[in-house]
């Protein structure tokens, strides 16, 4: 189960196979009657019980018995398992061994197993591809076939690979991700997870009336690209599908509303949505999950020349809608806007768009969690749900008609921004225009890229909203829905 982005491979092992001699152990402790069974030294279980009195998230090492690594989860925390498991990675990537074996998982639920084993693959994700001098190091870790199936071991593998495929999207450089190079990446993606990827480009945009994509873009010497990903299996439970949209741009200056006083800082990660988008579309399609899938990515930078928006322009959009252009650095919503009126044409049974929006959202939830609104409340309580179980949480916004009183125009149907009032629920609002579908808009400004590691997130892009998504669909895939 290798791949391109992780550093890890977890192999399944039986007890008749003959595993490495030297391979570091470890070992789960969930409850402290389990310390019985164990046949540790004195010392050891002193330490172990320390942990269970005190309740806290610890690796304890021992290298008395073969390097052996003793590990604490517990099995009503599944978060807590997910930074176990990068704290143990951290742990056994120091060692001399690239091989260990991991034990003790029966006597945890199956969530708590697989939240482990995500943590110990997140953990070692790196970005390095710019660095002269590399460490990659891959370790191979030996898992139980009694407590993990191949196919189980497979599904997580792939899983955390759509998020290190985000992840490391959002952390290209902006001279190394621009559209064009954007869509390149989209479409082998595409070939390598398993899912259609069509590229409309700038000839076609225009003739579709994408006045949003194309006004952004207009101070740009790079083309704009629409990319159109699509799953569809033949067991497919959905006859009309889901339509994910993210925003793809590739990089934010603000426009001539310039980003001041170090805001442009980290910029490239403004196509945290699309890159979002992509990671979703490759877990699920590598999974086979029989679910239809359309994925849809409007991608420009935000750069400024001497033909660029201007504050006062007027833009007509694809549905026919005039927006007055009141802030520059309010684009993102101007290409989703274009892309969720191109959604309509699929009949979705709902769209679920993704963007690094506002700083509003940022301010609300900071890295912990995600911006919601939506017109679906069922839906959103759906998306609610499986964001408890991904601790990729969501908090709805208020989302009452006197923000789009805010939008109101003077000389243009809208504007592109509601002032210093409830900004995230006024772009929001904005967005809501386009669509007459069931739809659920998310606000990943605060946790798509963070300066300092959060919780299971590193610095850096995380890959926020691709777990969420994916335990979404799985589990109407499952029926519950």
């Known amino acids: 189960m290798k791949n391109s982005y992780l550093n890890l491979e977890l192999i399944s092992y039986n007890s008749t196979d003959n595993t490495p001699k030297d391979a570091a152990k470890v070992v789960f402790i969930s409850e402290e009657k389990q310390l019985e069974k164990r046949n540790l030294n004195s010392s050891l279980s002193k330490k172990i019980t320390s ?13 008395e018995d073969s390097q052996s690594f003793w590990v604490i989860a517990t099995t009503d925390d599944a978060e807590k398992n997910r930074k176990l498991g990068i704290s143990l990675y951290k742990a056994l990537a120091k060692e001399n061994s690239e091989i260990s074996i991991l034990g003790g998982l029966d006597n945890l639920t199956d969530k708590s197993k697989n939240a ?44 955390i690979n759509g998020v290190a495929l985000t992840r490391t999207l959002v952390n290209e450089p902006p001279n190394k991700l621009d559209s064009v190079m954007f869509s390149e990446r989209i479409a082998e993606a595409g ?154 044409q699929y009949k979705p049974e709902l769209v679920v768009d993704m963007a690094t929006l506002t700083g509003a959202a940022a301010a609300i939830t900071g890295p912990f969690g ?69 739809w659920i808009h998310l606000d990943i400004a605060g946790p798509a890229f963070l300066k300092d590691a959060q919780g299971s997130n590193p610095s850096g892009g995380t890959g926020v909203g691709v777990r969420l998504l994916y335990d979404f669909i799985k589990t109407r895939t499952e029926g519950g829905k």
């Open 191 to 344: 070939k390598k997870y398993g899912f259609d990827v069509e590229v409309l480009q700038k000839d076609k945009i225009v003739e579709l009336g994408m006045g949003g994509l194309l006004g952004v873009n207009q101070g740009s010497e790079v083309p704009p690209t629409f990319n159109i990903m699509t799953y569809k299996p033949k067991n497919a439970s959905n006859k009309q599908p889901l339509v994910l949209v993210g925003k793809g741009v590739t990089f934010d200056t603000g426009g001539y509303s310039l980003k001041t006083g170090g805001h442009m800082s980290t910029m490239k990660s403004d196509m945290g949505g699309a890159a979002t988008v992509v990671g979703i579309m490759a877990a699920v399609a590598k999974n086979e999950l029989p679910y239809y899938v359309i994925g849809l990515v409007p991608a420009t930078d935000n750069k400024i020349d001497g033909k660029a928006l201007l504050v006062d322009d007027v833009i007509t959009m694809m549905d026919g809608t005039t927006v007055e252009i009141q802030n520059t650095d309010a684009e993102g919503r101007l290409i989703l806007a274009d892309a969720l009126s191109y959604a309509k």
């Open 370 to 438: 995600i911006a919601m609104a939506g017109n679906k409340q069922e839906k959103m309580d759906e998306l609610k749900q499986a964001g408890e179980n991904t601790y990729e949480r969501l908090v709805q916004l208020p989302f009452w008609k006197e923000f789009e009183e805010l939008l109101k125009s003077d000389v243009a149907d809208l504007k592109n921004i509601g002032g210093p009032v409830g900004g995230a629920s006024t772009a929001g609002k904005f967005l809501e225009h386009f669509t007459d579908y069931d």
């Open 116 to 159: 482990f084993l995500e943590g110990l693959l997140m953990g070692s994700y790196k970005f390095n591809p710019y660095l002269k001098k590399k460490e990659n190091k891959e370790l191979k870790v030996y898992v139980s076939s009694d407590e993990f199936s191949e196919t189980s071991l497979t599904q997580v593998t792939n899983l």
């Open 51 to 63: 942990v269970f009195k005190n309740e806290k998230d610890e690796i304890i090492t021992t290298f």
